[in-house]
C-alpha cells in the first residue's frame, strides 16, 4: 500500500506561484512513474505533468513552460512536486498526486492522493 499526502494548494492572484508537495509513504518497493492531475468543476481529469523513473518528463500542453515537476527519492522516501509560474484562472482545479507502483516484476498498481485545491484569482 502507498500513501499519497498533497500540501501546498491554496488562493493566488493570476501571474502568482504556487508550489505543491506530495509525500509519498507505506510499503514502497520502486515507484515506476509519478505525474500531477487535475480536474476543474464540470471538467474531466487531466494530466498537467508527468515524471518517469528515468527522470523523463511531460507535460500538458497548457502548462509547458509555466510548470515544473520535480521528484526527490531519499531511503525509500518518495517527493513529488510542482512548480507553478505566471498562474492563470484557468488553473483553477483540485490537483491530485499520482504513483504508479510496481510491488513486484510485473505487477502495477495506480495510486492518488485525495487533491489539493488551487483557485487563481482574476
Known amino acids: 500500500q502507498v500513501q499519497l499526502v498533497e500540501s501546498g494548494g491554496g488562493l493566488v492572484q493570476a501571474g502568482g506561484s504556487l508550489r505543491l508537495s506530495c509525500a509519498a509513504s507505506g510499503t514502497i518497493r520502486v515507484i515506476n512513474r509519478m505525474a500531477w492531475y487535475r480536474q476543474a468543476p464540470g471538467k474531466q481529469r487531466e494530466l498537467v505533468a508527468l515524471?518517469?523513473?528515468?527522470?523523463?518528463?511531460?507535460?500538458g500542453a497548457d502548462v509547458k513552460g509555466r510548470f515544473t515537476i520535480s521528484r526527490e527519492s531519499d531511503n525509500g522516501n518518495d517527493m513529488l512536486y510542482l512548480s507553478m509560474n505566471s498562474l492563470r484562472p484557468e488553473d483553477t482545479a483540485v490537483y491530485y498526486c499520482?504513483?504508479?507502483?510496481?510491488?513486484?516484476?510485473?505487477?502495477?498498481?495506480?495510486?492518488w492522493g485525495r487533491g489539493t485545491q488551487v483557485t487563481v484569482s482574476s
Open positions: 515524471i518517469a523513473s528515468g527522470g523523463t518528463t511531460t507535460y
Open positions: 499520482y504513483a504508479l507502483h510496481a510491488p513486484r516484476p510485473g505487477s502495477l498498481f495506480p495510486y
